[in-house]
């Protein structure tokens, strides 16, 4: 059996090009800063929901700087409008 937990994250970075929307971002998640803590987010599902109800999905490829960054890679382009919004992380226990 699995218990899904949801955490909260912000986007600060998007990376952008003149002509197209890249899939690339940057998120920070509040209260956690230890790049081992950081390592378990690796390769867990990301979604951004989007004011008209759309959902990007997209998944945490690596911990970015010493910060506490994680680089997370969405299917489809994040639009401008993403920039300071949360997303949502969804961690799987099993129980």
Not at 18 to 33: D, F
Not at 59 to 75: A, C, P, S
């Amino acid at each position: 059996m699995s218990s899904i937990k949801v955490l909260k994250g912000l986007i600060y970075s998007i990376r952008r090009g003149s002509n197209a929307r890249l899939n690339h971002a940057l998120i920070v998640i509040p209260g956690i800063e230890s790049i081992k803590e950081l390592q378990k987010f690796v390769g867990k599902k990301v979604v951004w929901k989007s004011r008209t109800g759309k959902l990007f999905v997209g998944r945490v490829k690596k911990v970015w700087n010493r910060k506490g960054d994680l680089l997370v890679i969405f299917r489809k382009g994040l639009p401008g409008q993403a920039l300071g919004t949360e997303v949502e992380i969804i961690m799987e226990q099993n129980v």
